[in-house]
């Protein structure tokens, strides 16, 4: 008994070894570099680099479909990290409209939400019939709350 119980743990911990080798060696699947570039990106779901979210650009990235420049969210920092993991050459962020964040008239808002639950990254703050503001430092100027405000009180400043 005691011999079956010995080889079979002979067996297991070299199939063990042999496997923690294996994977150290192979190179990564397709979806383990998605999740790798995926992990790299700001998770805002801003839609500013052409895709509907974080996913599908560093699915884009990924296949060679997408630079690694077009993330505004993320910034120069975010295409260094990428260029590293990815062994490019770092490119300068894409241009784009000149970095804007929302203002929203206050006077005018009626408190209905639509752009509150539009904000991938919760920069507008407000309760249920009572008007809404923006944060700033917090706003990435996607202008995906422009859209469902039923009142046009929502505007993009440029910032300085």
Known sequence: MWIAVVTITIVALAA???????????????????????DLLPQTQCAQCGYPGCRPYAAAVVEGTADINLCPPGGDATIRRLAHLLGREA???AEFAAPAVAVIDESACIGCFHCRNACPVDAIVGAHQYMHTVIESECTGCELCLAPCPVDCITMRPLP
């Open 16 to 38: 063990g070894i042999a496997l923690g080798v294996a994977h150290r060696r192979l190179p990564p699947t397709e979806g383990d570099v998605v999740e790798q570039v995926n």
């Open 91 to 93: 490119l300068p962020l």
